[in-house]
Every structure is written in C-alpha cells, then in structure tokens.
C-alpha cells in the first residue's frame, strides 16, 4: 500500500481513536466503524477494505492494530501508522486500566453479569455483517462461493486448522495456474 492522502497525524489519530473507544469484541467488529469512518472521509475505497482485512488476517498480533497499521500506512506512511495504532489501542487501555481498577468490586453482581450476556449477540452480529458484505465483493464467480462456504464449514464445524485452507487454496491455485500456463 502507498501514502496517497496528507491527512494530518492528529486526524488520524482522533479517527481511529473513536473507532478504538466504540468497538466492543475486537477486529472484526471494527470492520463496519472502520469502513464508514474511513470511507465517508474518502480516505479508502469499498475495494480497498478487504485488502486491509486480508493482510490484517495473516499479518501476526492482534487484528485490531494490523488494520490500524496498514490504513495508517496507507494513508501518510510510518507515521500514519503509529498515529493510526496509538488512536486506536488509545481508548481500550484506559478503559481497561479503569475496569482493572474498579472491576474486582462488581464482577459478582448481576447486573454486570448480564450486561455481558447482553452484549455477546451483538458482538456477533457486529462481526458478521462485514464479513458477509466482504464475500458479496469478493466473491464473483460460483467457485469462490464454493471456496468460501467449504472453508467455513471446515473451521466452524469440523474445527479444521485454517493454516490447512489456506495452504490446500495455494496448492489449488498454483496447480490451476501451472495447468492454465500449460495450455
């Protein structure tokens, strides 16, 4: 990805730092703030997006700053990156400093407890309304469909390894291209 906009380093940082203090379970669930937040600035594109999710995905840590990371770069280099990734973690590292502070006193209650409950099915849902916008652009051709419906079958519910999928797809797709090449 290459720098293409100058949006100013505090901008960014107070972009993502929003996104960052109003995503409750990760990642995933920064997919749609993020899009809306970046793509309203015309900062990203629609197709834009899903390349950031994948390098996100299968760059190592926590998802959460691989997007801040790659957007920040994106969008003003090395520096956009920092500015990106400190808006971002920002606002969970208070939150979560104010909750190990004062958390032990009401984990028992509840109140708290439901809270918690309550909150799971939107997180949820937060996590995959992107994912199937993703596949709507992503997915052009049946077999891509076939791809991505049998990759979930196999992780959700015969809990195979993705490192497997993703290897078995690359093997696929290179024996596909050699094939082709051959021609």
Same mark, same amino acid.
């Given at each position: 990805?290459?720098?293409?906009?100058?949006?100013?380093?505090?901008?960014?940082?107070?972009?993502?730092?929003?996104?960052?203090?109003?995503?409750?379970?990760?990642?995933?669930?920064?997919?749609?703030?993020?899009?809306?937040?970046?793509?309203? +600035?015309?900062?990203?594109?629609?197709?834009?997006?899903?390349?950031?999710?994948?390098?996100?995905?299968?760059?190592?840590?926590?998802?959460?700053?691989?997007?801040?990371?790659?957007?920040?770069?994106?969008?003003?280099?090395?520096?956009?990156?920092?500015?990106?990734?400190?808006?971002?973690?920002?606002?969970?590292?208070?939150?979560?400093?104010?909750?190990?502070?004062?958390?032990?006193?009401?984990?028992?209650?509840?109140?708290?407890? +439901?809270?918690?409950?309550?909150?799971?099915?939107?997180?949820?849902?937060?996590?995959?309304?992107?994912?199937?916008?993703?596949? +709507?652009?992503?997915?052009?051709?049946?077999?891509?469909?076939?791809?991505?419906?049998?990759?979930?079958?196999?992780?959700?519910?015969?809990?195979?390894?993705?490192?497997?999928?993703?290897?078995?797809?690359?093997?696929?797709?290179?024996?596909?291209?050699?094939?082709?090449?051959?021609?």
């Amino acid at each position: 990805m290459t720098m293409e906009k100058n949006v100013p380093l505090w901008q960014i940082f107070t972009v993502f730092a929003k996104i960052g203090a109003f995503t409750i379970g990760g990642g995933y669930a920064m997919i749609p703030i993020i899009q809306a937040e970046l793509s309203k +600035r015309g900062w990203i594109s629609d197709d834009e997006l899903p390349d950031i999710v994948a390098l996100s995905q299968s760059a190592p840590g926590v998802m959460a700053v691989n997007i801040s990371i790659f957007a920040g770069n994106k969008l003003r280099g090395f520096k956009g990156s920092v500015a990106a990734t400190l808006g971002s973690i920002t606002p969970s590292f208070l939150i979560i400093l104010a909750i190990a502070m004062f958390f032990t006193a009401f984990k028992d209650n509840p109140w708290v407890e +439901r809270a918690f409950k309550g909150i799971r099915p939107v997180v949820i849902s937060l996590i995959a309304v992107p994912m199937i916008n993703m596949a +709507r652009k992503s997915c052009k051709t049946w077999w891509a469909w076939l791809l991505a419906a049998g990759s979930l079958i196999l992780v959700a519910f015969l809990n195979v390894s993705p490192i497997y999928i993703i290897i078995c797809v690359m093997v696929l797709g290179f024996s596909i291209s050699c094939y082709r090449l051959k021609r």
